[in-house]
């Protein structure tokens, strides 16, 4: 529910006496100003008139505009909830919204255009799926060109599916060291009845349980992806670990 004009008001100056460390008493000594009065402006049942505001505003520093709108959260806030590729992609806009406002949209001539990064050919061995896929046994199946790969790594595969979103998204490629030591809450390739996953394992007992990063659920609350399991009826082999 979005905040009355006294509801805006009376959270900003809680919030900006929060941040100067200063109580009602304090408040209403230093600006001369009654108890009784400011402990109505903080619980939103009256709002200041336009002196006090300007009175408020020299008080704590800030705009005027500052105590009378909603602030929008702090960027930074948002920005630190992000995985990765959501960060580049809001730094190269945040970036490019500062080029134009100090140069100009129409003013190219000055603003330095970002050099297109060398493309890196990758083998592709087989896709890692959210449903059914086939481990390729070593063969290259085609060869892509990607952004980034890591230093060393033994094998590289195609995600299909989105069970594995935000962390990996259907058609992002994904790569491999191959090695049988992957344990509980790690990302791994593998291999079930001939159809390859990528999941994060742990290993319960005599079974292996599989879990989908993507927690959406349908319209009656289940998820869309639960988690299965693998024991010694299947056919089970681990490829490795993914390390990115």
């Known amino acids: 529910m979005a905040l009355g004009n006294k509801g805006i008001m009376a959270k900003n100056i809680a919030k900006y006496m929060e941040k100067a460390g200063v109580d009602r008493n304090k408040l209403s000594a230093d600006l001369g100003i009654s108890y009784t009065t400011i402990t109505d402006w903080i619980k939103g049942k009256t709002y200041p008139r336009i002196d006090k505001i300007e009175l408020l505003a020299n008080y704590f520093g800030v705009s005027k505009s500052d105590l009378v709108e909603d602030a929008v959260s702090d960027i930074s806030t948002i920005y630190n909830q992000l995985d990765q590729k959501r960060q580049a992609k809001v730094y190269n806009f945040a970036d490019r919204q500062l080029r134009e406002q100090k140069y100009g949209v129409a003013d190219a001539g000055k603003i330095v255009p970002l050099k297109p990064r060398k493309k890196i050919p990758v083998d592709i061995y087989g896709r890692l799926s959210a449903g059914g896929g086939a481990y390729n046994d070593k063969s290259v199946i085609e060869t892509v060109e990607v952004d980034s790969a890591p230093p060393k790594y033994d094998m590289a ?19 491999v060291n191959e090695t049988q030591d992957v344990f509980n809450g790690q ?57 990115m």
């Open 157 to 175: 595969f195609v995600v299909t599916g989105d069970s594995m979103y935000p962390t990996f998204e259907d058609g992002e490629v994904v790569f």
């Open 187 to 243: 990302i791994a390739a593998i291999e079930i009845n001939n159809e390859a996953f990528i999941k994060k394992i742990y290993l319960e007992d005599k079974r292996m349980r599989m879990v989908s990063l993507n927690v959406d659920t349908d319209k009656n609350g289940k998820r869309l992806y639960p988690d299965f399991y693998a024991d010694e009826c299947d056919n089970l082999f681990v490829i490795g670990r993914v390390i």
